[in-house]
């Protein structure tokens, strides 16, 4: 078999069970008595909305804000692209225009939200006295620091108007509907996109206390912002329901259906992992080495999967997310193992700023790079996992897959 096509297939069978289009429809609600909106973020916002309005059947208002790259012609609801993950004036504008769209709703209205992972950054709306420049700076930080989702969000939902269950806020009393594709481990609705429309369990003391975990410093706007009671996140929000239409299980088990098909036994790890990216290869390298010495928990020839959100702490000048930190970090710690190879890719198409999903793993991964004079372990000390793949021809470039359940991990045993 070819083992790079098998896992690519694997990757495609994982994408494409999060679709939009085969989602959306067995969760639409019932046509309300009055108003109907639609708003979004996110990088399958533009996706859902089309999805949305195929399935609705009739014209709709509304306006969503997906990733540059990731918009989707629709008809009726307004589609606006913004910057990700560092946000911009284009995404603050539109959140703005969002916020304006469904306040004054009334009671007989419903506002549909159709929420994705990416939502954080594309709809930033500071909140006073934080400027855009001062959030796009403490973002940057954030995702160098190695702070996973839940802290990033903790701190990012308590600056923002919008963000943290103020969209719902906002719209009451009409009723607000979330339509949510999960890319956060355990599917915490709170986390998707920040959760503008659901209740917010973090608190201004949790946000303060990423910063100092972080040893970050914040500005003196943002440090008066999150000093502020008042500034607090709704707790609870009477007028908000969440449904969840995609999460990165179904997706691991369309993998698993697949492999399973070709004659693989398969071991999941499981959709929630997280952690330093490179610190989970190496244990997904020792659970290979388990596997060979026929003392893990399958018996080869089988199919390792994992899902989850690592993170990688910059360190080095080198590009590529964390997909591509996981891949070469594993080829490294595999050290040129015979019989396996990997696949590492975000279901969303995009590994963190670069243009491609993640990378693939072979058995001459490391002898192929040093042909070409690549030091492998130089470049991941550099965070260069992109470079690294590229120069050897293994990066996996999809192009945006318009969903987003989060990382997809495949390793085959032969």
Same mark, same amino acid.
């Given at each position: 078999?070819?083992?790079?096509? =098998?896992?690519?297939?694997?990757?495609?069978?994982?994408?494409?069970?999060?679709?939009?289009?085969?989602?959306?429809?067995? =969760?639409?609600?019932?046509? &309300?008595?009055?108003?109907?909106?639609?708003?979004?973020?996110?990088?399958?916002?533009?996706?859902?909305? @089309?999805?949305?309005?195929?399935?609705?059947?009739?014209?709709?208002?509304? $306006?969503?804000?997906? @990733? #540059?790259?990731?918009?989707? /012609?629709?008809?009726?609801?307004?589609?606006?692209?913004?910057?990700?993950?560092?946000?911009?004036?284009?995404?603050?504008?539109?959140?703005?225009?969002?916020?304006?769209?469904?306040?004054?709703?009334? &009671?007989?209205?419903?506002?549909?939200?159709?929420?994705?992972?990416?939502?954080?950054?594309?709809?930033?709306?500071?909140?006073?006295?934080?400027?855009?420049?001062?959030?796009?700076?403490?973002?940057?930080?954030?995702?160098?620091?190695?702070?996973?989702?839940?802290?990033?969000?903790?701190?990012?939902?308590?600056?923002?108007?919008?963000?943290?269950?103020?969209?719902?806020?906002?719209?009451?009393?009409? @009723?607000?509907?979330?339509?949510?594709?999960?890319?956060?481990?355990?599917?915490?609705?709170?986390?998707?996109?920040?959760?503008?429309?659901?209740?917010?369990?973090?608190?201004?003391?949790?946000?303060?206390?990423?910063?100092?975990? #972080?040893?970050?410093? &914040?500005? +003196?706007?943002?440090? *008066?912002?999150?000093?502020?009671?008042?500034?607090?996140? +709704?707790?609870?929000?009477?007028?908000?329901?969440?449904?969840?239409?995609?999460? /990165?299980?179904?997706?691991?088990?369309?993998?698993?259906?697949?492999?399973?098909?070709?004659? #693989?036994?398969?071991?999941?790890?499981? /959709?929630?992992?997280?952690?330093?990216?490179?610190?989970?290869?190496? *244990?997904?390298?020792?659970?290979?080495?388990?596997? @060979?010495?026929?003392?893990?928990?399958?018996?080869?020839?089988?199919?390792? $999967?994992?899902?989850?959100?690592?993170?990688?702490?910059?360190?080095?000048?080198?590009?590529?997310?964390?997909?591509?930190?996981?891949?070469?970090?594993?080829?490294?710690?595999?050290?040129?193992?015979?019989?396996?190879?990997?696949? *590492?890719?975000?279901?969303?198409?995009?590994?963190?700023?670069?243009?491609?999903?993640?990378?693939?793993?072979?058995?001459?991964?490391?002898?192929?790079?040093?042909?070409?004079?690549?030091?492998?372990?130089?470049?991941?000390?550099?965070?260069?996992?992109?470079? =690294?793949?590229?120069?050897?021809?293994?990066?996996?470039?999809?192009?945006?897959?318009?969903?987003?359940?989060?990382?997809?991990?495949?390793?085959?045993?032969?």
């Amino acid at each position: 078999m070819d083992q790079r096509a =098998f896992l690519l297939s694997l990757f495609r069978a994982a994408v494409a069970a999060a679709q939009p289009a085969i989602r959306i429809p067995a =969760f639409l609600p019932e046509r &309300p008595k009055g108003r109907l909106v639609v708003v979004g973020a996110g990088k399958a916002s533009a996706a859902m909305a @089309r999805a949305f309005e195929d399935a609705w059947g009739e014209p709709v208002a509304g $306006l969503v804000v997906t @990733r #540059y790259g990731h918009g989707v /012609p629709c008809r009726h609801i307004e589609i606006v692209e913004a910057a990700h993950p560092v946000p911009d004036a284009a995404g603050m504008a539109a959140a703005g225009r969002m916020l304006e769209m469904v306040r004054g709703r009334g &009671p007989d209205d419903l506002v549909v939200a159709l929420m994705s992972g990416g939502g954080s950054a594309v709809v930033s709306l500071p909140a006073e006295p934080v400027a855009l420049d001062e959030f796009r700076a403490l973002t940057s930080a954030l995702l160098k620091s190695g702070a996973n989702i839940v802290e990033m969000n903790a701190v990012r939902k308590h600056l923002s108007k919008i963000s943290g269950g103020r969209l719902a806020q906002a719209a009451a009393p009409a @009723r607000v509907l979330t339509l949510a594709i999960s890319d956060v481990p355990g599917d915490d609705a709170s986390t998707i996109g920040s959760g503008p429309t659901v209740p917010d369990p973090t608190t201004l003391a949790d946000a303060r206390a990423v910063l100092a975990k #972080y040893a970050i410093t &914040p500005s +003196p706007s943002i440090a *008066a912002r999150l000093a502020d009671p008042a500034a607090e996140t +709704p707790k609870a929000l009477p007028n908000a329901e969440f449904r969840l239409i995609a999460a /990165p299980i179904q997706s691991l088990d369309a993998a698993a259906g697949r492999a399973a098909d070709a004659g #693989y036994a398969v071991h999941s790890l499981g /959709p929630d992992l997280e952690g330093e990216s490179r610190d989970v290869a190496t *244990a997904h390298a020792e659970l290979v080495r388990s596997i @060979r010495a026929g003392k893990g928990p399958v018996k080869a020839p089988c199919v390792l $999967l994992s899902g989850g959100e690592t993170t990688v702490t910059v360190r080095g000048k080198g590009r590529g997310g964390r997909n591509a930190e996981f891949a070469l970090a594993l080829a490294v710690a595999l050290d040129g193992m015979p019989g396996v190879w990997a696949v *590492a890719g975000d279901t969303d198409g995009i590994d963190g700023t670069e243009d491609n999903a993640g990378a693939v793993v072979t058995p001459d991964t490391l002898a192929r790079a040093r042909a070409k004079g690549v030091d492998a372990a130089a470049l991941l000390a550099d965070n260069d996992g992109y470079g =690294f793949f590229s120069r050897i021809g293994d990066l996996v470039v999809t192009g945006p897959t318009h969903t987003n359940v989060n990382d997809f991990r495949a390793i085959v045993v032969a």
